[in-house]
């Protein structure tokens, strides 16, 4: 499995794979009856594709992905927010939480009361766990920073749409750097797709 170190304590890893770029072919080409004479006919065709307006996106939704991801909370709750797909998480009602979270760099003035707000929540948190409280309740005192695992099974057409709005400028730095991660496993199953798409949609 390929994986990825993300931020201090996460990553994304590439848990499975079906298709590639012979599954986009193979969609396209259905459509007609044709087929390709060489690869290179094969990767010209994935560009066109690519780079048409308006997209022809059904023929990349044949390719997919599973991916294991570890990346703080607030992360992750905006990474949910891209529902053309399938996730399960790591569920805090049944499991202990670690005691593991998210640290930004920089800010060393206030790094220290930082980490102690954090230490203090777990503190709380295990107290409240060890006095019978469900843990679906004593987890109401943990920050966002906390570190959650889940997978993601996503076909390339969606995860071409969140690595768009995820690479942007605009978007957190923290999810950025796992979208970044993202694109280089992409490029690595998928060679011409995701160099198509960074040279169509992100003028890489």
């Not at 499995?1 to 298709?19: P, S």
């Not at 005691?99 to 503190?123: L, N, T």
């Not at 679906?136 to 749409?161: C, D, H, K, P």
């Not at 979208?179 to 490029?187: D, G, M, P, R, V």
Request: contains cysteine.
């Amino acid at each position: 499995m390929t994986t990825r170190a993300v931020l201090d304590k996460g990553w994304i890893r590439l848990e499975d794979a079906m298709g590639g770029d012979a599954a986009v072919v193979r969609g396209a080409r259905i459509c007609y009856q044709s087929e390709g004479g060489n690869p290179e006919a094969d990767a010209r065709l994935i560009q066109r594709l690519m780079a048409s307006r308006p997209a022809h996106n059904t023929v990349f939704e044949h390719a997919v992905f599973r991916f294991g991801v570890k990346c703080p909370l607030f992360v992750a709750r905006q990474w949910m927010r891209h529902r053309i797909c399938s996730f399960n998480e790591r569920s805090l009602r049944y499991c202990l939480a670690d005691r593991e979270y998210y640290i930004p760099e920089g800010h060393p003035e206030e790094r220290e009361a930082y980490v102690q707000h954090m230490e203090a929540s777990f503190d709380l948190y295990e107290q409240l766990v060890a006095a019978g409280w469900k843990r679906e309740q004593a987890r109401g005192v943990l920050g966002m920073a906390v570190y959650t695992e889940f997978i993601w099974t996503v076909n390339a057409w969606s995860l071409m749409n969140w690595l768009e709005k995820r690479l942007d400028r605009g978007a957190q730095w923290e999810h950025r750097q796992y979208a970044e991660a993202a694109l280089t496993i992409f490029s690595e199953v998928m060679p011409v797709t995701a160099g198509a798409f960074q040279k169509a949609v992100l003028g890489r």
